[in-house]
């Protein structure tokens, strides 16, 4: 049975948040913070604080699929 591995990602303090194995997406997208607006650039694009990005791993905790959540 594959594993769930969730990270949240900041942007803003270059840190991430790794949480442990979870045995369904819903179960780990329970614990993704997802991407929060955070600023313009100077090109007039909204860039973003955080997001979050679930890996599915295999048995042998290799990577199978990556996901990656934002809030628009």
Known sequence: M???QVINWSDYMRASECL???SS???A???CKHQT???WDDHGTLTF???SEV???DQNY??????YFISC
Do not use: A, Q
């Not at 290799?62 to 996901?67: E, G, L, Q, S």
């Open 2 to 4: 594959n594993k769930f």
């Open 20 to 22: 442990g194995n979870f």
């Open 25 to 27: 997406l819903d179960s």
């Open 29 to 31: 997208m329970n614990f």
């Open 37 to 39: 607006p955070y600023n």
């Open 49 to 51: 604080e955080e997001y």
């Open 55 to 57: 890996t599915e791993l």
């Open 62 to 67: 290799n990577p199978v699929k990556t996901y």
